[in-house]
């Protein structure tokens, strides 16, 4: 194996964030694409918890979290400058803020979206507490055009997926909502086309024993029978 082995899901939001990371970076990967009801048992063997993003280097070391397979990808190569180097204490201050929205944010999303079939008092108060966070988010972006200035950043990409989540549970009353600059900041990001090759449909892995190329500049190459 000469490129890194990516094992996805395709709506899963870390499987998005750690997609986003690797085509930001202009790495290339070769994408197996899941479902958690038939897991590969590869997958199982290099990472027991059994929850994707996972990727497998080549010298088989194996990174299994979201954040760190895009930290990984930007360190092998960062075009956009979404790491700011420019600024010593831009990445603490990113990672602050992903670890609100991993940590705290996350857990509540979860929740706001199962209530969101009962349509009774228990979803008003998660939407309610999740705009806690949108809040802190909107006042971020009434600021700066995105969450840690005027130019994208690691953190931009890995809170998309889950404020893009939040925007869909109650799609009428997002947009009418107050949040006028998260709808800017998101549509503008959701509509570009690399959301549109980040969210493309592999074949299943376990269905055809197919692995694609990702992340290449030319768009997703058809590789062949996976070995």
């Known amino acids: ?18 997609r986003m990371g690797i085509l930001m970076a202009e790495q290339h990967v070769l994408l197996r694409a899941i479902k958690t009801k038939n897991k590969p048992p590869h997958l199982l063997q290099i990472s027991p918890k059994g929850t994707v993003p996972v990727l497998l280097l080549p010298n088989n070391q194996v990174i299994d979290e979201s954040l760190d397979i895009m930290l990984w990808a930007l360190k092998q190569n ?18 602050e803020l992903i670890k609100l929205n991993d940590t705290q944010f996350k857990p509540v999303l979860e929740k706001y979206k199962f209530y969101a079939r009962t349509k009774d ?3 008003i108060y998660y939407q309610k507490t999740c705009e806690e966070f949108i809040k802190q988010f909107e006042a971020k972006l009434t600021t700066h055009k995105y969450l840690m200035g005027n130019e994208k950043s690691l953190a931009d990409y890995a809170l998309l997926p889950f404020i893009r989540q939040f925007a869909r549970v109650d799609k009428h009353w997002y947009l009418q909502s107050e949040y006028t600059h998260v709808r800017a900041w998101l549509n503008e990001l959701l ?12 074949d299943l892995y376990m269905d055809c024993g197919e692995e694609f190329l990702y992340g290449a500049a030319k768009g997703n190459k058809y590789l062949g029978s996976a070995k």
Not at 191 to 202: D, G, I, L, R
């Open 1 to 18: 194996m000469t490129l890194p082995l990516l094992y996805s899901l395709q709506h899963c939001p870390y499987a998005m964030r750690a």
């Open 78 to 95: 960062d075009p956009h400058n979404l790491l700011h180097t420019q600024d010593p204490l831009a990445l603490e201050r990113m990672l």
């Open 121 to 123: 008092m228990a979803q």
């Open 191 to 202: 509509h570009t086309p690399m959301f549109t090759k980040v969210m493309a449909k592999y």
